[in-house]
């Protein structure tokens, strides 16, 4: 089994790369979490590794940190998701988000990842309730009250990413309504 592989990125074709390693060039499907933090081709790097052997070939995934590997191994452990699905949920979510929306039951997250619809996104938070937290090093966000979710519900219902969300979250105070709490965030975004 292939663990780690060190060598010179030789090719950049996303979501797959070619790390040459003595001579030797790897293809490796990677998420694209990964590929973004990858130096430029001909540059050094250093990747973990998860080795495939299906009927049809071998495949290599690459990952740059451990909690990337073990969410991707965790999710490959549901039965109907595949590597592909697999990366996918690991493109459009970091293992953070990801651990925080299977802690939260959130399956309006995971719907967000292409080729993820709704029953499969509440497979995965069933499945991988308990899992991920504990075991990935990832540490949860704070503990999230009704009012302060649903705020951030409706602020992702009304077109804004998660990330301009949590920024905004982060300026409200915390014992803040619902209602006052939307119409606050709203004014603190239009400033951006």
Do not use: W
């Not at 130096?39 to 973990?48: D, F, K, N, S, Y």
């Not at 998701?81 to 970091?94: D, E, F, P």
């Amino acid at each position: 089994m292939i663990g780690r592989l060190t060598g010179l990125i030789a090719e950049k074709n996303p979501p797959q790369i070619v790390l040459d390693v003595n001579g030797i060039g790897y293809e490796l499907d990677v998420p694209m979490s990964t590929f973004y933090n990858l130096p430029a081709v001909g540059e050094r790097a250093m990747l973990l590794c998860h080795f495939a052997v299906r009927e049809d070939g071998h495949y290599l995934y690459g990952f740059l940190s451990e909690a990337e590997r073990f969410a991707f191994r965790q999710l490959l452990k549901i039965s109907g998701i595949g590597a592909r699905t697999a990366l996918s949920v690991l493109s459009g979510l970091s293992v953070g988000d990801l651990a925080a929306a299977v802690a939260q039951q959130e399956v309006g997250r995971l719907i967000k990842v292409p080729g993820i619809g709704k029953k499969t996104a509440e497979r995965l938070l069933l499945e991988l309730k308990g899992k991920l937290a504990e075991t990935s090093g990832v540490a949860l966000p704070f503990t999230v009250d009704d009012a302060t979710q649903d705020i951030s519900n409706a602020l992702i219902a009304l077109g804004y990413n998660e990330k301009e969300a949590a920024a905004a979250m982060k300026q409200l105070p915390s014992d803040i309504g619902t209602s006052d709490g939307i119409r606050q965030a709203l004014k603190l975004l239009s400033k951006v």
